[in-house]
């Protein structure tokens, strides 16, 4: 039971159903179909959701249409509709405005969209699933801002795993088990003091310091293994380029960190150096000279492992064991190697039980470890990682910091995008700041 005006951070480990569970409060749950459902929801008035993967929701080109979308489906007067879409957007940071294609939006703009999307409908009920994930600080600021003033006498129930900066939006904390059942409920104050050591030993994220990498074993050779020189790039149909005279080395056993705004061309670096895009200017070539964005998919995955901002755009089989044998088989592996080490990778990422699995029925949190798995099977020469945290439980977020600080300290060059700071901090030899598309 949820009374009127809670707002309600609801926590579990990773896989355990919180995503699900704020479909079906929002009654986005079939009662016919795959899976089975029970009992009874009664919801207070209207629910307004935003999910954990912001392209699920945007359904139209320009950016006020998509956020009009909602409002014009729930009968709101003409007169309103484009005062309440200059309101929504405004309280998010939206940078733009509202002729802004929203295929051109990064992923962390895309999410400010979903967001003012549900805030102008002016619910009863928000259902919020990692509304922060992939903002930038300022963008996470002004989000927890607009929510600070719309939640006055609403309802909220939100997934959220920056616990310390969501502290002041709500007044109850609710932790879900990884199969079901609740383990905690109280006060955000009760609940951590009495049940915080034991739920950071669930793997359930708790307020204070995050898990630490390992250890640096041994000193890195600092050999070059990708150079990129004066990258720029414009997207089809752009008249701005979203990269303008980027310049990266990738070295030996070290790790480079790619931070800045959304929107300030973090990803389409990362795709750049990974060799999946092709600059109209530079080039990106390994320590023999090859340019990566001219090699066949076999010599590329040999030398670059990637990991998509959005992972579903990377799988390419039907069950979770092919995506990590698929590299390394078609990287020369024998069957039985290519198999004990996807094993090995399944175990590790948490994601054993879940082999014959779909991979695009997994959780949100199970696609990201399971796309960084995928891109470490092929043993390659540099790793490129865009939001590899993203949407972890304390004990995969540290499983995935030991796997690729091992991978860092066996030689891997190591690359990655991120807003996560703790992560930049934990890894990073260097940082690469871009604004606007250039090098800061």
Known sequence: MIEHGERVLLLGPSGSGKSTLLAAMAGLLARSGAGEAEGTLQLDGTAGVVFQDPESQLVLARAGDDVAFGLENTGIPASEIWSRVDTALSAVGFPYGRDRSTAALSGGEKQRLAIAGALALRPNVLLLDEPTANLDPLGAQLVRGALRRVLANRTCVMVE?????????IDRVVVIAAGGGVI???????????????????????????????????????????????????????????????????????????????????????????????????????????????????????????VFQ????????????????????????APLEARRLANDLLERMGLAALGAANPFTLSGGEKRRLSVATALATA???????????????????????????FRDRGGALCFASHDPFLVDALADERLTLLAGRTQ
């Open 184 to 306: 905690a409920d109280g006060t955000p104050e009760r609940v951590f003091r009495e049940q915080g050591t034991a739920l950071a030993a669930a793997g359930i994220w708790v307020p204070g310091p995050p898990p630490v990498a390992p250890p640096r074993r041994g000193a890195p050779s600092n050999a070059i293994v990708v150079e990129a020189r004066d990258l720029t790039f414009a997207y089809p149909g752009s008249t701005v380029s979203a990269l303008t005279g980027v310049s990266v080395i990738l070295r030996s056993g070290r790790t480079v960190a790619l931070v800045g705004a959304n929107g300030s061309g973090k990803s389409t670096l990362a795709l750049l150096i990974g060799g999946l895009l092709r600059p109209s200017r530079g080039a990106v070539r390994d320590a023999g000279g090859a340019d990566l964005a001219r090699l066949r998919a076999r010599a590329l995955i040999l030398r670059v492992g990637s």
């Open 380 to 406: 390659p020469g540099a790793l490129i990682l865009d939001e590899p945290t993203f949407a972890q439980d304390r004990r995969t977020y540290g499983e995935i910091l030991a796997l690729l600080a091992d």
């Open 161 to 169: 795993h920056r616990i310390a900066e969501a502290l002041d939006l």
């Open 310 to 333: 959005d992972p579903e755009h990377q799988f390419v089989t039907g069950r979770v064991v092919d995506e990590l044998t698929i590299g390394p088989l078609r990287a020369g592996r």
